[in-house]
């Protein structure tokens, strides 16, 4: 639970954070269920496997346990902060760490509009398409360019100063990536931008992802009819889900296997979309990716990077 308070010997005005009584018990009951369910579905569906429940599960336990401590999530905000300080546009209230500890979690108050509240945005005269670009480009960057972003980056965790400034607050869930990985992501994403698909699925060969006895020239075929109907159309004309069912049809037709850790990047991915698009329904993805990646992929991938 999150309180708004002001601090005795100042008056400031904080965000509070505190834990609930007995929600590390209630959290133990929940994920005993979750593994409960995933071994009946190892049990009862064999092709099931290759998504690895025991392993997600086991993957998911480790994120919401640290949730936990607060001192954790203040560690978290502080390192994020760092990483974070020169990015335009961006910003984050300050830990005080003098009035947190394992329980409690104190922080500056953000004081702004809601990312969800589009019509305060307007009113308030706000860029929506800019907004709405610059919080898939900040995903993005922090993903690819630090390895550690913010993994629970829905409409409640965002509000937008009166500047324009997108400001950021809850760091229980925060995603890290190394820097293998990240290439990999950033060549799949670049490929699919490119429309390379044959570059794309030699990544996921070359990464493990797809199993070496399967067809690279059928896998890209596979993917070019995914990749394809995003290009040339804004968002308010593809269907994500249609989308994603195909995609996930393709991986298991090829008997791709979970990867745990690109699920909170994956998730993360469609949630930040899901809140680009609430503030300009016409965006498109690919477009707003584009400047990221092959930044990225000039500066950690290309001839750059080996001077």
């Known amino acids: 639970q999150v309180h708004k308070a002001k601090l005795a010997q ?40 290759r998504l690895r429940p025991m392993d997600v599960i086991t993957h998911f ?14 560690a978290s905000a502080s390192e994020f902060a760092d990483n974070t ?7 984050l209230p300050q830990v005080l760490w003098n009035h947190s500890s394992r329980r409690v979690m104190t922080m500056t108050w ?12 307007r009113a308030a005269g706000h860029d929506m398409t800019a907004l709405s670009q610059r919080v898939i480009q900040l995903f993005l960057s922090h993903a690819l360019r630090d390895g550690y972003f913010h993994a629970d980056m829905h409409h409640g965790n965002l509000k937008i ?12 869930i925060m995603g890290h990536i190394d820097e293998y990985t ?7 994403l670049y490929g699919f931008i490119k429309r390379d698909y044959r570059r794309v699925a030699e990544v996921h ?38 989308l994603l069912a195909y995609l996930f049809e393709v991986t298991e037709r090829f008997g791709m296997e979970t990867r745990t850790e690109l699920i909170l990047l994956q998730r993360t991915m469609v949630v930040v979309e899901g809140v680009a698009r609430t503030l300009d329904d016409r ?25």
């Open 10 to 49: 100042t008056g400031e005005t904080v965000a509070v954070k505190v834990l609930r009584p007995n929600i590390e018990r209630d959290f133990r009951k929940d994920i005993d269920a979750f593994y409960f369910a995933a071994s009946l579905i190892e049990l009862l569906s064999p092709s099931s496997r």
């Open 61 to 74: 336990e480790g994120v919401v346990m640290g949730e936990l401590d607060l001192r954790l999530e203040s």
């Open 85 to 91: 300080q020169k990015d335009e546009g961006f910003r």
């Open 110 to 121: 953000a004081d702004g509009i809601n990312a969800s509240d589009v019509e305060a945005l």
């Open 161 to 172: 100063a009166a500047d324009g400034d997108i400001i950021a607050y809850d760091f229980g």
């Open 182 to 188: 990240r290439r990999v992501y950033a060549e799949i």
């Open 205 to 242: 060969f070359e990464a493990g992802y797809v199993p070496a006895d399967r067809d690279v020239d059928e896998f890209a075929r596979a993917l070019r009819a995914v990749g394809e109907p995003i290009f040339g159309m804004d968002a308010s004309r593809i269907s994500m889900g249609k």
């Open 283 to 307: 965006m498109n993805i690919w477009d707003a990716a584009k400047p990221v990646v092959e930044r990225y992929i000039a500066e950690s991938i290309g001839p750059k990077a080996i001077t």
